[in-house]
């Protein structure tokens, strides 16, 4: 017979642990919500909010921390802009700009008039699974707490970030995430949805709190941030440049795979009946950019290969068809004309054996040379001009009823970057 006395015993552990987690939660929120606040951008003609975010003290003389995307309208137009934070008890005040991490998505700002309360940044990282809470004001709805469980460092990226299993929704940006002894162990920065969430390690706040400290100079925005932007691309480069690339099949060609974890790729094939080419794609792309405005990202490297081919085609129609299919190309990040220059291409058309590059084998001399069109293109960063938007696209037809389309975009390289980027690019291309 069931042993319903140790059924209830099991239901009245698990009420009491239910209400404990409750009441440590309520207690969590009770001991530290006077150090939280609502960052508001203010947009200065109408003196009306342009934006939320949320915001957190960290020392006794007003420093708080954010995500930068939460102040960078006020960072890009100080003149239309301007930054208050709001108490959960309802003081309102003024927010100076100190100091910024835009490859992590951090800005450090001290009150006009600092608070009482601030919490402290955890030296320890928290255990795989251990409970930790996000804190943030999700749509305007005031300041919420939300539990969830630590998951380590997310890997596929560029750039490092916690994995937190918890709904961070739209207002919560730069918030705390705290374990259970109050201490911060990341910020909140981004969410995927279906409780899939990400945050910035504490230790990169704590690396801008020293260069804070350190500075013994007026900040110059531009001059920080172009800074960050060069070191950051140099530390992608190399690591793409010392991977073991791996090539791949895709049709009759060999082209670049997975280069490092942080650059993930996919496949996909159309044949269709009424389409007389059938594609073959392979498309790979770093999972995350660089913020610096809401029409302006960086930081991206994608690649991708089309292989086309046709049985029933004249080769001019051929040609005519793949032309058309492949002229919808543009870069993979966003930049407006205040941003960038226009782009400046060089084409160059060549005729090269079949298997791209090394001796030929008597057998491969028998056949035609693969004619290639390149185009590589380039746009300079108007604030940082020594960083550029890179665009290369190759078109490679044998003459007969096959092709290779191949593009890249790194965004936010410089030119020795890019050239280095592109030369092993193309030698690692191959036609069977």
Request: charged share 20%; aromatic share 10%.
């Amino acid at each position: 017979m069931p042993n319903f006395s140790a059924h209830f015993l099991a239901w009245v552990l698990f009420c009491f642990s239910t209400l404990a987690l409750a009441q440590g939660y309520e207690q969590l929120y009770s001991d530290y919500r006077g150090s939280l606040y609502q960052i508001r951008l203010i947009e200065k003609s109408s003196n009306s909010k342009a934006g939320l975010g949320s915001g957190f003290q960290i020392s006794a003389d007003g420093l708080l921390a954010t995500n930068y995307h939460v102040v960078a309208q006020a960072v890009s137009d100080p003149d239309k802009y301007i930054l208050e934070y709001l108490s959960t008890d309802g003081t309102k005040g003024t927010l100076e700009l100190l100091d910024i991490d835009v490859v992590n998505d951090l800005a450090l700002l001290r009150q006009d008039k600092p608070g009482e309360e601030y919490l402290q940044l955890a030296t320890e990282t928290p255990k795989q699974g251990e409970t930790i809470v996000s804190l943030g004001n999700p749509l305007d709805l005031g300041m919420t707490l939300i539990p969830g469980t630590y998951n380590g460092i997310a890997g596929g990226s560029f750039y490092d970030r916690i994995h937190f299993a918890g709904s961070i929704n739209p207002g919560m940006s730069g918030g705390p995430a705290i374990n259970t002894r109050g201490q911060v162990v990341g910020i909140n920065v981004a969410t995927a949805g279906n409780q899939v969430s990400f945050l910035v390690p504490v230790d990169k706040l704590i690396n801008l709190l020293k260069h804070f400290h350190q500075r013994n100079v007026a900040l110059d925005l531009q001059k920080v941030t172009y800074q960050q932007l060069l070191d950051n691309q140099q530390r992608i480069i190399d690591s793409i440049l010392e991977a073991d690339w791996q090539r791949r099949s895709l049709g009759e060609a060999k082209v670049v795979g997975e280069i490092v974890p942080a650059i993930k790729c996919w496949g996909n094939s159309e044949e269709d009946s009424d389409n007389p080419i059938k594609r073959i794609d392979k498309g790979c792309t770093g999972q995350d950019v660089i913020f610096l405005s809401d029409d302006f990202n960086t930081g991206r490297v994608e690649y991708e290969f089309f292989w086309l081919e046709s049985e029933g085609l004249l080769p001019a129609r051929f040609y005519a068809e793949y032309e058309h299919q492949m002229s919808t190309f543009y870069p993979g990040n966003s930049a407006g004309e205040e941003d960038v220059t226009n782009f400046r291409c060089r084409q160059n058309f060549t005729s090269q054996p079949r298997n791209g590059n090394g001796p030929v084998s008597k057998p491969e001399r028998s056949k035609k040379p693969l004619i290639s069109r390149t185009s590589y293109c380039v746009r300079r960063y108007k604030n940082f001009p020594d960083l550029y938007d890179i665009f290369f696209l190759s078109l490679s037809v044998d003459q007969k009823n096959r092709a290779l389309v191949s593009h890249f975009t790194l965004s936010g390289f410089t030119r020795e970057s890019a050239d280095a980027f592109a030369e092993k690019f193309t030698s690692e291309i191959q036609w069977h």
